[in-house]
């Protein structure tokens, strides 16, 4: 599926891994969160980055100290209604303080895009024939925000106090 | 009251022109419905049974002269000339055009108003008591901190897809006039040991097909705490709550799941969390500014007597004026429940009219109640009698002000896309079996509240006499609960047994009030007497047709 | 074996939400001069030649409802969509019904039971 991080399409240096496929020796690998729980300590002897993927009824909290091992954290939108992976993102980035890739893959609208960036995604799987335009533009649309969110973007009254 | 900045009115600027761009790709093709329903949901558009129905967002049920001029010429330009007041303290507009309704949120957003999450499974418009600022109960006016919570609310980018929707209730006195208890989320202002003023905070109340009152899960939430506070409970709400089946999704079932101990415990794992982090603390100099926007008038210093009046006028003062803090003040009820009318609708005339009186006498706030009439805060008591000859020329001078035909109801089958059965005429007919005003006041108080689903739009639940319309095979039948309460002796009521068909439910309303009028003792509500009797009696007496036929 | 009540095709258009009826494949405003699909498959196929009017924009949810046939006409079979092809029961000067579109619409369905109340003093 095409990758868009940082603003632009990249290649995608990871696989997803089936749960009953074999680990490839090489390369970057996500596996589900039941797969990382099997295989933990051969995944994390793989000297190569590895991935976990979560369904949206997985909390990030499940991955443990492991997290912080992990080069990516896809979290699954089974339908643009189920709004938990928010606060999987979020929780990541403030309680977890997980630094590397998070990853939105599923039904996710393009008018989401601006609230999965400002919760702590940043990357996005989107499907084949997405017009980057579009990406861009769902985050140009609101250009001040009133809360605070992961993304420590300036609040509304943090402008007015000339922050 | 509340008044944008440049900030403001450029966040709603470019909400109109997001929803603008979502309208063009819907009609182009480059977003099919499904794709569409949410995005338009959360600018308050429905489609309902004969057309799409827009809900614009009253922010705590507050509206200035001006504002409510563009809300008639709204109705004028776009609608079919009235709009309806909701049990939320909004407006809906029945008739709007989609292709339209980029424009009405541009007129909106001329005059400060929007329709920003009055749908969706969001944060939903914020309630408050629709006595704020005027009440002479009141511990502190609670529409500043429901203007905080609001912005914060506001596309919340972590809490826009929720389980299901999420309704907040303020109230500043402990008479509860906003139903606190029924909501999803509570905030009440309270007093601690010390005089200091903070935040009792409810959760898990609600309507619908299983109701539940609200109980406590922050007993004194500091000032400066409270959004860290109000966020703990959306998260754990947000992450835990049921997203498997749609009627029990809401917070009040997750609430009810975990118990008091175990929300608690989760709410101040987040909370002490985001409290430490410091980034949602409400500094005094913010709660400080939101005052002020709050501020009451000057109120001058006026004889705090009551000005004479034929027998109209006293009637209306009985039941629709309501002490002030001030003296020479009064507190104004408008009813929008005129006998055989439509509850809670107004035309663009007596909107226009409205906004005229309040220019007139000086009148800066008009106020939506949840019991879908409105309201005049600060009126100066030797004003009282024009104010009444000016509504009586506009037919919203009917005083029946929490009697027994101030009746609360859905739109129904009448409008609503989700209905089982029609209100609007079920109050009708009722409104005028007890249309007498002396045996209205023989009656006293009692609230009727009229849902046509178990959505429960109309509140019925909360109802003295609450009445649920269901669907029987294709029929209209309507289900009788007695001994609900809104207030802060909050109450669900029982069902009291079979539906009553469209032409049998005034009769056995009827004959409920009989039974209260035969068992109650001194100075005894309805509500009052159920609660003692029981259900028993007056089920006797609705059923007794049954007798009859039995016999 | 129940009988099956022929039906016709309802929509809403998507410009400006006003309800729609199926005739011959297209769209009218009136109910009485939509089509009625006594045989079931006929009203399936209409149901999907409809479903082109949702991709080219014209309407949305577009769905199959029950009518019966009296001496007086065509009339749904259910209030709701009595109601849906007239206007509000409680504004006749609203709706499909004030612009002459709803055609006067038939008795409502009624209540079965018929109750005589006797008004008089009972004790409790």
Request: hydrophobic share 40%; glycine share 8%.
């Amino acid at each position: 599926m095409p990758l868009i991080k940082g603003g632009s399409f990249v290649a995608d240096p990871f696989v997803l891994i089936a749960d009953e496929a074999p680990l490839p020796d090489v390369g970057g690998a996500i596996v589900s969160l039941t797969r990382f729980r099997k295989d933990r300590d051969t995944l994390m002897a793989r000297n190569a980055p590895i991935g976990v993927r979560l369904k949206s009824d997985e909390s990030p909290e499940q991955l443990g100290d492991d997290v912080h091992r992990l080069s990516v954290v896809v979290i699954e939108f089974p339908a643009f209604r189920d709004g938990r992976g928010f606060s999987w993102a979020r929780m990541l980035r403030t309680r977890l303080n997980f630094t590397g890739e998070v990853r939105a893959t599923g039904a996710f609208l393009y008018d989401q895009i601006a609230y999965l960036v400002r919760t702590g995604f940043d990357a996005f799987e989107v499907p084949d024939g997405f017009p980057l335009a579009e990406f861009n533009r769902a985050l140009a649309e609101m250009s001040a925000v009133y809360q605070p969110s992961a993304d420590g973007k300036k609040t509304i009254r943090d402008l007015r106090s000339g922050k | 009251m509340y008044r944008y900045d440049e900030f403001d009115a450029k966040f709603v600027a470019e909400r109109v022109a997001q929803f603008r761009g979502q309208v063009q790709r819907r009609l182009s093709g480059e977003l099919n419905e499904d794709q569409f329903k949410p995005l338009r949901l959360m600018n308050g558009l429905y489609l309902q049974l004969h057309a799409y129905m827009l809900r614009i967002a009253v922010p705590y049920g507050t509206l200035s002269a001006r504002q409510l001029r563009m809300l008639a010429h709204i109705a004028r330009k776009y609608d079919r000339g009235y709009g309806h007041f909701t049990t939320r303290q909004n407006i809906q507009f029945n008739w709007p055009k989609l292709v339209d309704v980029p424009d009405i949120l541009a007129d909106l957003a001329s005059v400060e108003m929007h329709a920003i999450q009055t749908s969706g499974n969001c944060i939903r418009n914020v309630t408050a008591d629709h006595f704020a600022g005027a009440a002479a109960d009141e511990i502190e006016d609670p529409r500043p901190i429901a203007e905080i919570i609001r912005q914060w609310s506001s596309l919340h980018p972590e809490f826009v897809f929720l389980p299901r929707k999420f309704k907040i209730a303020v109230s500043g006195s402990a008479h509860d006039r906003a139903a606190l208890k029924f909501h999803d989320m509570a905030v009440e202002i309270v007093k601690n040991a010390i005089g200091e003023v903070g935040y009792r905070v409810l959760v898990g109340g609600g309507m619908g097909r299983t109701p539940y009152i609200g109980y406590v899960v922050g007993e004194f939430v500091a000032k400066q705490d409270i959004l860290a506070f109000l966020e703990s409970v959306m998260r754990v709400y947000n992450q835990s709550g049921r997203r498997d089946n749609i009627y029990k999704a809401r917070i009040k079932i997750l609430a009810n799941a975990l118990g008091p101990e175990e929300m608690k415990n989760q709410v101040m794992r987040e909370f002490t969390e985001i409290r430490a982090r410091g980034t949602l603390q409400v500094p005094d100099e913010e709660l400080a500014r939101i005052d002020a926007y709050f501020a009451p008038p000057e109120f001058e210093e006026l004889p705090d007597d009551m000005p004479a009046g034929d027998k109209d006028f006293q009637n209306w003062i009985k039941t629709n004026v309501h002490k002030h803090r001030a003296p020479g003040y009064a507190i104004a009820t408008i009813s929008l429940k005129p006998i055989g009318g439509v509850p809670g609708d107004a035309s663009d005339a007596q909107m226009d009219a409205l906004a005229d009186l309040m220019d007139t006498f000086a009148i800066t706030e008009i106020r939506v109640s949840h019991e879908q009439n409105l309201v005049l805060p600060h009126v100066r008591k030797r004003d009282l009698p024009a104010i009444f000859a000016r509504l009586s020329e506009l037919g919203l001078a009917t005083p029946n002000a929490g009697l027994i035909t101030d009746i609360i109801a859905c739109p129904g089958l009448d409008y609503c896309d989700l209905a089982n059965a029609r209100s609007i005429p079920i109050a009708q007919d009722i409104a005028k079996r007890f249309a007498d005003l002396d045996r209205q006041h023989d009656i006293g108080e009692l609230k009727i509240k009229i849902s046509g689903c178990i959505n429960a739009c109309g509140h019925h639940h909360a109802g003295h006499i609450g009445i649920l319309g269901v669907d029987k095979k294709g029929v209209e039948y309507y289900q009788l609960q007695l001994g609900g309460s809104g207030a802060e002796d909050a109450s669900i009521g029982d069902i009291m047994g079979p539906g009553f068909g469209e032409h049998e439910i005034g009769p056995a309303v009827e004959r409920v009030v009989k039974a209260y009028l035969m068992l109650r003792q001194d100075g005894e509500r309805f509500l009052d007497t159920y609660r003692r009797v029981g259900m028993e009696p007056f089920k006797n007496m609705a059923y007794l047709d049954q007798l009859y036929a039995a016999h | 074996m129940a009988q099956v009540l022929p039906q016709m095709l309802t929509a809403n258009r998507l410009v400006d939400g006003d309800v729609l009826y199926w005739r011959n494949g297209d769209w009218v405003l009136a109910l009485a001069e939509g089509e009625v699909f006594a045989d079931p498959k006929a009203a399936d196929a209409a149901l999907a030649a409809a479903q082109k009017s949702v991709m080219t924009n014209k309407v949305v949810n577009p769905y199959l409802f029950d009518v019966k046939t009296d001496a007086k006409g065509i009339h749904p079979a259910k209030e709701r969509e009595i109601i849906r092809a007239a206007g509000p029961t409680v504004r006749d000067d609203l709706g499909k019904q004030s612009v002459g579109l709803g055609d006067k619409p038939a008795p409502r369905v009624k209540a079965e039971r018929v109750v005589k109340t006797k008004d008089e003093d009972v004790s409790i």
